[in-house]
């Protein structure tokens, strides 16, 4: 689905969040969604917290999981994806924090195991993820799903690519300050969800996006996994759908 620029299509995607939420709530059921952090889906969360400020959308029903902490992360730290997820959207809208997961980042390493079955297990015990929001890395990761996840790869401790940790230098000022690990949920977490949103804009994201939708499925570019979803959108902006 190309847009025409990244406004329009993060206002379609956050419509089609809002309309799942809106409609569990009929239902009364609870909507659970998948979320993601990075540039991408800010705009997403911007019109989400207008809908609510609206008084259109209540997050009353909602359960999200995100897809991914860096590893080791403080919660409060300024580059923990917990910070951006509050400053985004949860400070500003009506959901439980019961209802909120996010890996934890700074768990003792004897705990992680346990930890990342028992994240698989929350969504299993809520019936799955109804919609996964979606960037790519330059990688092909989704997530933080680097080039070698396996299709049936779970919630785990991954290594991250150096061409991710050059990506993120920026913003921990210095490569040598970005965590050489993280939590993720696993390529088939994200596969099980049952609709999947993937978002990207501009330039420099044309060449993997290419590569994503017509390339060979391999796991050496984790998104083209997507091509087997029977339920999945790519939505694009004219930039970054250029080379398609
Ligand atoms: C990070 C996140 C991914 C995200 C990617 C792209 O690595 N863990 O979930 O998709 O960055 O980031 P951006 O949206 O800033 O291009």
Redesign the pocket.
């Known amino acids: 689905i190309i847009h025409e620029d990244s406004n329009n299509a993060s206002l379609f995607v956050a419509n089609e969040i809002a309309s799942l939420i809106n409609q569990k709530q009929k239902e009364g059921k609870k909507a659970v969604i998948g979320l ?7 705009k997403v969360y911007e019109y989400l917290v207008n809908f609510h400020k609206e008084g259109r959308l209540s997050f009353e029903n909602v359960v999200t999981f995100n ?2 902490e860096y590893f080791p992360m403080e919660p409060d730290s300024i580059h923990s ?1 917990v910070r951006f997820m509050h400053e985004h959207l949860f400070d500003h809208i009506d959901i439980d924090p019961q209802n909120v997961h996010i890996p934890k980042g700074n768990l003792e390493n004897h705990e992680v195991r346990q930890y990342c079955l028992d994240y698989e297990e929350k969504i299993n015990n809520v019936g799955g993820i109804d919609i996964q929001v ?5 990688t092909g ?4 799903n680097e080039p070698g996840s396996s299709l049936n790869s779970k919630t785990r401790l991954v290594r ?1 690519d150096g061409v ?1 940790r050059l ?2 230098a920026s913003d921990f000022f210095g490569e040598e300050n970005v965590p050489r690990k ?1 939590i ?1 949920m696993g390529v088939g977490t994200i596969m099980s969800a049952n609709r999947i949103i993937l ?4 330039e ?2 044309a060449d993997i996006i290419q590569q994503a939708v017509e390339g060979e499925i391999k796991e050496s570019v984790p998104a083209t996994f997507l091509q087997n979803h029977t339920n999945c959108d790519f939505v694009l902006d004219g930039a970054s759908a250029s080379f398609l």
Not at 134 to 138: E, Y
């Open positions: 993601a952090t990075g540039s991408t889906p800010t897809l991914d994806y979606l960037g790519i890395g330059r990761h989704i997530g933080f991250l991710t990506d993120a993280a993720t978002m990207a804009w501009g420099g994201k």
